[in-house]
């Protein structure tokens, strides 16, 4: 199968002082595909995602999006490279509104001066209405017009979560990770976040990938697994490749029972 | 501000009515033409092109469309239409939230001599199925992915419907079967045949009358199917007319549109009404931001259900609960100078020194709660549906909303209303002009109207029309009754007054709507037909008892958990005992159980309008029922639950039944409705 490669890790190492977390990790992420990245607690699913936005360096290997090396940037320059990241833990103002927000993470687009966003008028103006623009239909997508003027703060956990991604969306991203997007929702909450995340990678055509725990979730919306167990690739495939898969079932609940 | 009209001239309005056409002109202040909803619609378009005629909130913006541009959406989605196969006669069913679109494919069908109706938008498939065969509908319009998805699960068993037309697309990217078609296309359809066929839409807006059907009104269905009225433009001229009698409004007021269109109400006010007298119709962003929404936009007037009043009032109570002692404290004091003020003016005895002391309230709190609520320029809301208990009425009015209640039928419209200077406490109003009631022997009120404002029968169901419709009297099926000075009482449908064992006659809906008044209480179904006393199954209101628990430190998860709490028990025993004391002592309600679940339209326990069904309610409940009366103190049941994707899935709980010491003296009205049947 040979489709464009939008995220290549190769053969990443990590360690924190004797502890291994990685130990030689590479998979790809093709265009338009919704990657299930899945393993048991402690695996070094979420050590992943943090060396490729750049909080973590890598000890060891290579991390390439579209092409071009990102092993050792920092953290505001992957982004504005276009990685999007949902964080497993709400990272939002919690004072703001959900529109202010949204209006944040807009912020690395925005480009006026001091000056001009004070007085209030020509470019400033415009530049103010043309990222609204954009907000309120990542608010109309997510459906969370009902909450645009509350503040964070107030908003239950399923919801920060939706605002989180908006957070992402924002940013105009060209790759989307999500870092256990549901964890902590109940069933209905799960099902719109399953929904959205099917929506995005059909409408916006650019890749997510999934770290996620539960099992129906993944299987249900992921074009392809990878799975994780002590820093390592245990398999790569289809979900049900993976759902038939002996050796993962056996490191992920030390069970046959999986799904 | 009622403009005077001479009894002469308004007889002669409706005489014009009754058969006429050309223009009702200088009446309260309209000019209304006798036509068809499509010829008005292109004649304010050509009179008012530029002036606003809807407007929907999108993005967080409100945005306008003018007449013309209403009327070019219309035109080119029905000759869209008719390029797709769509004939005169034919039917729609439209699908879907309030929105502009909800208009134009209802306007555009009957622009092509079609007949449109509306289906609530949490139907199950099945039901759809039923509406769609029933109705001999050939198109269908369907908001979004999941309007469309419930027609794809039927499409096979709907083999007449052509075309499902959807105008969100949001999610249907990917969506391949062109039995599925976008609004947008249709209107792009409709501009390249207007290209071959120039004179087409003319001609078909001309053929359509006055007296055509322009739409199915669905009974709501609590005994049975619904049976689908067939309803005339000249009906809803003729509703819309007496309304406007004592409740008129300028042209280019606003009006806010968030009642499900599929009821008749709407057709009524939002299509008609708006359309005649070129008002703003104003659509809320989804059906979520409704509140906020209808705040900024403040309609002058609205009809809608008893319930959604109940919401607001518990929704009220509980903000207020949770409001600071400052707060609390202007509350109580301005409601009761509102009180007061209120009942002092109704005896025409308000001096200055309760003028200012309400001057004062308004501006501490009366204004602010009306305007909290969107009702600040409000003339008149009409409350529709089930009766609503006094304590709403009073309270609503004391706040300063202009709530005036009425008793209408979806066969001929408005029967009795409301209006300044007929408001008697629990009554709904005087008789209408050209209605005439009659109480039969057994209770029953019949109702007889001009051939105007009656419907035109049920559609494809001669049996039902002549069952209902017999020597021109229409037999509502509703027991009520006329006062000396002409008011009329609404009691209860016939088929839910019950007796109790020893022959006292109850009725079981205005208890549940009394009992409806506690914040904790969302719902309830009353028991005790030919038994010893009256039970109650209550389905506490998740949000306020939850709050209420949080707040005395009661833990709990589930709906089931909650509402099996000893605490809960003991707040809904003590929130029916208040209740108690406004109904006759026989009637008192002695045993009750908090109910595991929630009343759920789905599985077939009430109707899309939240009214109770309440034969397979008694069947599925029969176990709890049999219980109270055999005096049970725990039930254990077992219920089936039907999910909204399909599954079913089964609910194992014990139920516990509390009795309620009786104390306390007779109500009013309750008195007034055991007296009379």
């Not at chain 1, 997508?141 to 009902?146: A, C, G, R, S, W």
């Not at chain 1, 099917?198 to 074009?223: C, K, N, Q, S």
């Not at chain 2, 709501?220 to 049976?227: D, E, I, M, N, V």
Request: charge should be negative; charged fraction near 25%.
């Amino acid at each position: 199968m040979k489709q464009d490669e939008v995220l290549k890790i190769e053969d990443i190492h990590l360690s924190f002082g004797g502890v291994h977390a990685l130990n030689g990790v590479s998979f790809c992420v093709w265009q338009g595909e919704i990657l299930a990245v899945i393993g048991p607690n402690g695996a070094g699913k979420t050590c992943i995602v943090n060396c490729v936005n750049g909080f973590y360096r890598p000890g060891k290997g290579r991390i390439y999006f579209q092409g071009t090396e990102i092993t050792r940037k920092q953290p505001h320059k992957i982004c504005a490279m276009g990685i999007g990241r949902v964080f497993q833990n709400v990272e939002l103002y919690t004072g703001l509104t959900v529109l202010e927000n949204l209006m944040a993470a807009r912020h690395s687009r925005m480009k006026q001066g001091i000056l001009s966003n004070a007085l209030w008028f020509g470019g400033a103006l415009r530049e103010e209405v043309e990222n609204r623009k954009v907000v309120e239909y990542i608010i109309d997508f997510l459906e969370i017009q009902k909450i645009r003027k509350e503040t964070v703060g107030m908003l239950s956990y399923g919801l920060r979560k939706r605002v989180e991604l908006g957070r992402a969306l924002a940013l105009e991203p060209k790759i989307l990770l999500l870092d256990e997007p549901m964890a902590g929702m109940n069933l209905e909450e799960k099902e719109d976040m399953a929904r959205f995340i099917l929506d995005i990678a059909e409408r916006e055509g650019f890749p997510v990938v999934l770290i996620e725990h539960d099992m129906g979730v993944v299987m249900d919306i992921a074009d392809r697994i990878v799975v994780i167990d002590a820093g390592k690739v245990l398999a790569e495939g289809m979900p049900e490749e993976i759902a038939a898969n002996k050796m993962v079932s056996e490191a992920y609940m030390g069970s046959e029972e999986l799904w | 501000m009622v403009s005077q009209v001479s009894a002469e001239q308004e007889a002669q309005m409706f005489d014009q009515l009754k058969s006429g056409t050309g223009v009702l002109e200088g009446h309260w202040g309209i000019k209304w033409r006798l036509e068809s909803s499509p010829r008005v619609l292109k004649e304010n378009a050509m009179e008012w092109p530029d002036r606003a005629a809807l407007r929907k909130k999108r993005y967080g913006i409100w945005n306008t469309y003018t007449w013309k541009e209403y009327f070019e959406q219309v035109k080119y989605f029905c000759l869209g239409l008719v390029s797709l196969g769509f004939k005169r006669n034919d039917k729609i069913a439209i699908i879907g939230d309030n929105d502009p679109e909800w208009w134009f494919c209802q306007l555009g069908a009957q622009s092509a001599g079609g007949v449109s109706f509306g289906i609530f938008i949490d139907c199950i498939p099945s039901e759809i199925k039923y509406f769609v065969e029933s109705s001999d509908a050939t198109f269908a319009a369907a908001k979004d992915q999941e309007q469309c998805d419930k027609f794809l699960e039927i499409k096979e068993e709907i083999p007449n419907i052509k075309k499902v037309i959807y105008w969100e697309p949001k999610g249907m990217w990917r969506y391949e079967d062109p039995w599925l078609i976008d609004f947008k296309e249709v209107v792009r359809l409709g501009r390249e045949y207007e290209k071959a066929h120039p004179e087409l839409f003319d001609a078909m807006v001309n053929q359509v009358r006055v007296d055509d059907p322009c739409c199915l009104a669905y009974t709501s269905g609590t005994t049975g199917l619904p049976k689908a009225a067939v309803i005339t433009y000249r009906s809803l001229l003729a509703w819309n007319l007496t309304l406007w009698k004592y409740y008129p409004a300028e042209v280019g007021e606003d009006y806010f549109s968030f009642l499900c269109p599929a009821w008749a109400v709407d057709q009524i006010l939002g299509f008609v009404g708006c359309l005649q007298q070129k008002m703003v119709v104003n659509f809320p962003e989804n059906p979520e931001t409704v509140v906020t929404d209808a705040r900024e936009i403040s309609s002058v007037m609205e009809l809608a259900g008893a319930r959604m009043w109940e919401e607001r009032y518990r929704d009220l109570l509980t903000r207020i609960d949770d409001a600071d002692f400052l707060k609390k404290f202007t509350y109580r004091v301005s409601m009761a100078i509102g009180r007061r003020y209120r009942g002092l003016k109704d005896k025409g005895r308000v001096g200055l020194w309760w003028k200012s002391l309400q001057a004062l309230a308004e501006l501490c709190a009366l204004h602010q709660l009306r305007d909290r609520l969107g009702y600040v320029r409000s003339r008149v809301c009409l409350v529709a549906g089930a009766m609503m208990s006094p304590e709403l009425f009073s309270f609503f009015q004391t706040i300063g909303i202009p709530l005036y209640t009425y008793y209408g039928i979806t066969e001929a419209g408005f029967v009795a209303m409301q209006f300044p200077g007929a408001t008697k406490q629990g009554s709904t109003g005087k008789i209408l002009p050209g209605r005439t009631v009659k109480i039969s022997e057994e209770g029953e009120v019949w109702v007889k109207a001009d051939d105007a404002m009656m419907f035109s029968g049920y559609y494809k169901n001669d049996e039902a029309t002549e069952k209902a419709l017999q020597d021109g009297w229409y037999h509502t099926g509703d027991a009520g009754y006329i006062d000396p000075e002409g008011y009329f009482f609404f009691m209860d449908r016939i088929s839910e007054m019950m007796s109790l064992a020893d022959g006292t006659k109850f009725s079981a809906t205005y208890i549940e709507s009394e009992l409806r008044c506690s914040r904790y209480i969302a719902d309830v179904m009353i028991v005790g037909h030919e038994r010893e006393y009256v039970g109650a199954l209550v389905q506490i209101d998740l949000k306020n008892v939850g709050q209420w628990a949080e707040n005395h430190r009661i833990a709990y998860n589930t709906f089931v958990d909650l509402s099996q709490k000893e605490g809960v028990y003991d707040l809904i025993r003590q929130e029916i005992e208040k209740t108690n004391t406004r109904i006759p002592e026989r009637s008192r309600v002695r045993f009750f159980v908090n109910l595991h679940k929630e009343f759920d339209a789905d599985e077939a326990e009430m109707t899309r309008t939240r009214k109770l069904k309440r034969a397979p309610l008694e069947a599925k409940y029969q176990e709890i029922i049999e219980g109270i009366y055999g005096g049970k103190e725990v039930i254990p049941v077992h219920t089936e639950v039907k999910y909204r994707d399909g599954r079913t899935g089964f609910v194992d709980a014990k139920v516990r039944v509390m009795r309620i010491e009786s104390r306390g003296q007779g109500g009013s009205r309750g008195d007034v409705i055991a007296s009379e049947s």
